[in-house]
Nanobody, 134 residues
Framework: HVQLVESGGDSVQAGDSLRLSCAAS????????MAWFRQAPGNQREGLAA????????????VKGRFTISKVNAVNDNSKGTLYLQMNILKADDTALYFC????????????????????????WGQGTQVTVS
């Protein structure tokens, strides 16, 4: 599977903005589905935002209007593609370890049909980047 590396996590103040990035270690098909999840200590992994090959997006209610997912598709093997998460008006509740995830084309239809983002639908994960909001 593709390997993913997140970056951009930091310690910030409430109300600040932050942009996370996720780089793929190898070429990924532009038809795939990419997503951002987060996990705070003691909590389950929570799906935040997903984007498919057509640019269609889906957001969890907890971040809708504050977070924006986007991506630059891989052009060829020399351009692996990057996933982003722009986070605005950060709150203390946003403190967590943030992960990017890769899934097959079928992940977005499942998200839209069920109204949730299940980690089970994604096959490759990064190691996470810590976001702390105080």
């Amino acid at each position: 599977h593709v390997q993913l590396v997140e970056s951009g996590g930091d310690s910030v103040q409430a109300g600040d903005s932050l942009r996370l990035s996720c780089a793929a270690s190898e070429y990924t098909e532009s038809s795939d589905c990419m997503a951002w999840f987060r996990q705070a200590p003691g909590n389950q992994r929570e799906g935040l935002a997903a984007i498919d090959s057509d640019g269609a997006t889906d957001y969890a209610d907890s971040v809708k209007g504050r977070f924006t997912i986007s991506k630059v598709n891989a052009v060829n093997d020399n351009s692996k593609g990057t996933l982003y998460l722009q986070m605005n008006i950060l709150k203390a509740d946003d403190t967590a370890l943030y992960f990017c995830a890769w899934g097959p084309t079928s992940a977005m239809p499942a998200i839209q049909a069920r109204g949730i983002m299940s980690p089970l639908w994604f096959a490759a994960w990064g190691q996470g980047t810590q976001v702390t909001v105080s």
